[in-house]
């Protein structure tokens, strides 16, 4: 009796993705309560087909498929199903990143006929109700949602490869594990019911390594780089909340990873792979490459892509209750599609109902480092012997109490939320044969920090989980339905720049993107009415409104460029450019229309009220940056390199790094750094239309600027020195504290506007109520010396001497007498309100328009926020 409404569910699943199965003998073995599969193929253009991303897989299989049925105790026990050594390889398609599409697989071209007939809607199959009397429907129903509901899928061994030119990059997961827990989060077999309609779930993942290496022409790897992340374990917890006990997609899904610990690994020859792998997910999120529409806006088609990743899985209780009475032949409902097809995005979105669920997704993180490593080759004795290759560590950078957040609710809102509790970067052992860390100098730890931001966990507490499902005091884990902030304003009330500090510290960045329509209302299923990015939208009249800002606030910040550490960084960007990768997408320039069309007068009154922008707010709290006298120099054979010249090779037989204590500095301190960037959403479109204008008006050629506004509060600077114990000396002020502001315009698109005399291009004014310079000739002569260790090669590595009657002249005690052989400080003293600067076109000799706004600054634009 269950088994003919369980068997069938079960077997759409295996026979879907499976290939070479007999549903006749899967049948008799689901029966018997216990299934085992063997060295199983993968039907690889099914998953090409559903996935629709740009890859294809050139192999798949699986080692042994477990699947064990209580069917005496279905409605207490979950059903296991065990994979046993799973295996993908999966490369990028071939002409994926020229022209756009997809094109070269075998399995690829298997299924393009049957791709074909199934992008269509998928198509409902009728529940047919079971004739037998002993199991009525609303009963089986439940006890095949309860089912869905406990089914434990436990993986041993997961592997998955990527290849790319000479890029290899590999996913070993020794066991993971998906099952149901209960409200303390403790595996246990449960069910939605009134009246939380909730349902819980834990993913484990155990040991997870991820690889990176460097494949010859041959396609063999010569030799093994040190993995990039090693046995790492860490635990996702989901968390739905349905509307009704009937309802098929949840109402609210949470998704959330913690990790413990999270060290990750990176040598000279994995950073340009690893920047590769970067901005292939960079272009996948932007669909710069995968079949991605053009013209999609960066918002609505980035933020549509989260979802992706979970929402497959949500599909499978709508499926049960579809699946149910249709066996022999239920996969009439799994067929089906897109009408046309549109990339990941669209497969994505495509599991949405018209009412969109609110998605929460979050990674925490207690304690991260990424260590930057410099290989060398080893001879072996033997020439048939294989190469090994010794790896150094040279740099590292530690991060505690990370947060990751995504908040979204289909097409009209969208946020993202990161931040850091704490930061700082230091130098490990030697660099390029100079061995200034190394073990035998006993260097303090706090001499080899040139990077720190925020505060400690121990300080700070556990913060950065707030509200999270690891939080004992959220919501979800105190039987409360949780309260999200759906609607802007109330946003950027609540998630202020004091709140993100108080929460981190270090650094916090909110970006924000809401579409509403003109009524204030998000649009029938958050779909707009017309595409984001057309010129529809922008030149016509549009059903939505579109906002986009990103506030990134960087809390008290000191940075020490100390030689060992400048040329660790500079080493690191040699070796990141030590690449021939092409690049996946390559911008086109816009063609200009000779004759296009101006818009109508209702378009530009649309124009008018509401114009799309991005803005982008950055702030720079209590900054201190020190720029240390060089110890030694290496930029001679760094920055020729870093150039794309040839670098000689490294020095040779360098003599022993001997630190120089008090060590000169020159600081620069700012009490506040505030940067405001605007720019047009959709500027060819909106510069088309107003540039095609006779007329137009100041509001309209305001917004066809890209808008640059910074302030600085508190700046000064001055000479310094470093002790022994690594801290500074206060600073001896050559800059007297002042703040100044800077303003300045872009024009978009200036091949537009060559025949508008009067449009300039550019457009800079500049505020500096007062300015003054102060120094005597001993400060003068060590700012001198600071300058030539940088600029001048030293030989041998050397740093050069420092008189140290110089120094107890500049950095003498306050009260004493000055010496009678330097003479007085000289001070430069200079005033200015405010200058203002302008470029227009080499052929305009027309004065500038006296009735175009300008924007101004006063001194006291110039007080703190």
Same mark, same amino acid.
């Given at each position: ?352 109902? /018209? ?243 101006? /818009? ?34 290496l930029l001679d054979c760094l920055l020729p390199a870093i150039m794309g010249q040839k670098a000689p090779a490294a020095p040779v037989n360098v003599l022993p790094f001997q630190p120089v204590r008090p060590l000169p500095a020159m600081r620069i301190q700012v009490e506040r750094v505030n940067l405001e960037h605007s720019v047009p959403m959709y500027a060819p479109e909106l510069v088309s239309a107003v540039s095609s204008l006779s007329q137009p008006s100041d509001n309209l050629l305001h917004h066809c600027y890209t808008h640059c506004y910074l302030k600085v509060f508190g700046f000064q600077a001055g000479l310094s020195s470093m002790d022994s114990d690594g801290s500074f000396l206060p600073l001896t002020p050559i800059i007297p ?62 740093? /050069? ?65």
């Amino acid at each position: 009796m269950l088994e003919s409404y369980v068997t069938p569910l079960l077997m759409s699943y295996v026979n879907r993705y499976i290939k070479n199965l007999k549903p006749s003998d899967l049948q008799l073995s689901l029966w018997g309560g216990d299934v085992v599969l063997s060295k199983l193929e993968l039907k690889l253009d099914v998953l090409e087909q559903e996935l629709k991303l740009p890859f294809t897989f050139l192999s798949g299989h699986i080692h042994e498929l477990r699947i064990h049925v209580p069917w005496t105790k279905l409605g207490s026990e979950p059903v296991v199903v065990t994979i046993n050594t799973m295996e993908c390889i999966l490369k990028l398609k071939d002409g994926a990143q020229d022209d756009h599409e997809s094109c070269g697989s075998s399995s690829t071209s298997r299924s393009a006929s049957e791709s074909a007939k199934t992008q269509s809607k998928p198509r409902r199959v009728q529940q047919a109700a079971p004739s037998d009397p002993d199991l009525p429907p609303g009963y089986v129903q439940s006890l095949i949602r309860r089912v869905v509901n406990n089914v434990n899928i436990v993986v041993n061994n997961l592997i998955l490869k990527y290849v790319e030119d000479d890029i290899v990059l590999s996913v070993n997961i020794t066991s993971a594990e998906c099952y149901t827990v209960d409200e303390f989060w403790d595996r246990a077999f449960m069910d939605v019911s009134a009246p939380d309609l909730v349902l819980r779930k834990v993913i484990s993942f155990s040991d997870c390594t991820v690889c990176l290496d460097k494949r010859n022409a041959s396609g063999k790897i010569e030799f093994y780089q040190d993995p990039l992340l090693y046995k790492c374990s860490f635990r996702t917890r989901l968390h739905f909340t349905y509307d009704n006990i009937n309802a098929k997609i949840p109402a609210v899904i949470k998704i959330q990873t913690m990790v413990e610990s999270l060290k990750l690994s990176i040598t000279d020859q994995q950073l340009p792979m690893f920047i590769r792998i970067m901005e292939l997910g960079i272009a996948l999120y932007y669909g710069e490459i995968g079949g991605s529409k053009e013209g999609e806006s960066e918002e609505a088609g980035g933020h549509a892509k989260e979802p992706a990743a979970s929402m497959p899985s949500l599909e499978s209780e709508g499926e049960a209750s579809a699946l149910v009475g249709q066996y022999p032949n239920p996969e009439l409902y799994l067929q089906g599609g897109e009408d046309n097809e549109q990339g990941w995005v669209s497969w994505a979105w495509s599991f949405h109902t /018209p009412k969109d669920p609110v998605v929460s997704i979050g990674f925490y993180c207690t304690k991260a480092s990424v260590t930057f490593k410099l290989t060398e080759t080893q001879a072996e004795s033997s020439y048939y012997s294989p190469q090994k290759v010794k790896s150094r560590e040279v740099l590292c950078l530690e991060q505690e109490g990370i947060t990751i957040e995504v908040l979204m609710m289909g097409e009209p809102f969208f946020d993202c939320q990161i931040g850091f509790v704490g930061c700082r970067a230091l130098c490990l052992k030697s660099i390029m044969g100079v061995k200034d860390f190394e073990e035998n100098m006993n260097r303090r730890e706090e001499d080899a920090v040139f990077f720190s931001c925020g505060e400690s966990l121990s300080s700070k507490g556990m913060t950065y989980l707030t509200n999270s499902l690891f939080d004992y005091r959220s919501p979800e884990n105190n039987g409360v339905r949780a309260e999200f902030i759906l609607d802007a304003n109330h946003h950027k009330e609540t998630y202020t720049e004091i709140a993100g500090m108080q929460r981190f510290g270090a650094f916090y960045m909110d970006y924000l993107y809401t579409m509403e329509n003109n009524s204030g209302k998000a649009g029938a299923g958050g779909q707009p009415d017309v595409s984001p990015g057309g010129k529809e939208e922008t030149a016509g009249a549009p059903q939505v409104q579109e906002t986009s800002v990103k506030r990134l606030v960087v809390g008290p910040l000191d940075v020490r460029l100390q030689s060992s550490a400048v040329h660790r960084i500079l080493k690191m960007v040699a070796c990141a450019l030590d690449h021939e990768y092409e690049p996946y997408c390559r911008p086109q320039p816009d063609a200009v229309e000779e004759n296009r069309p101006p /818009p109508t007068p209702e378009e530009v009154a649309v124009l008018e009220e509401f114009i799309p922008v991005r803005l982008t707010c950055l702030t720079l709290l209590q900054v201190s940056v020190s720029v240390c006298m060089a110890e030694f120099n290496l930029l001679d054979c760094l920055l020729p390199a870093i150039m794309g010249q040839k670098a000689p090779a490294a020095p040779v037989n360098v003599l022993p790094f001997q630190p120089v204590r008090p060590l000169p500095a020159m600081r620069i301190q700012v009490e506040r750094v505030n940067l405001e960037h605007s720019v047009p959403m959709y500027a060819p479109e909106l510069v088309s239309a107003v540039s095609s204008l006779s007329q137009p008006s100041d509001n309209l050629l305001h917004h066809c600027y890209t808008h640059c506004y910074l302030k600085v509060f508190g700046f000064q600077a001055g000479l310094s020195s470093m002790d022994s114990d690594g801290s500074f000396l206060p600073l001896t002020p050559i800059i007297p504290s002042f703040s100044t502001a800077l303003y300045g315009t872009l024009l978009r698109l200036p091949e537009y506007w060559t025949k508008r005399s009067f449009v300039p291009i550019t457009e800079c004014i500049f505020e500096l109520p007062h300015f003054t310079i102060q120094a005597t000739r001993a400060q003068t002569l060590l700012l001198q010396a600071i300058c030539q260790s940088w600029s001048h090669c030293l030989g041998k590595g050397a740093s /050069p001497g420092v008189n140290e009657a110089l120094l107890n002249e500049v950095y003498k005690a306050p009260g004493s007498a000055p010496s009678e052989k330097l003479p007085k400080q000289v001070s430069v003293v200079a005033n200015c309100s405010q200058t203002r600067c302008e470029r227009r076109h080499l052929e305009q000799q027309s004065p500038p328009d006296p009735a175009r706004p300008r924007r101004s600054f006063r001194c006291r634009d110039l007080q703190p926020c």
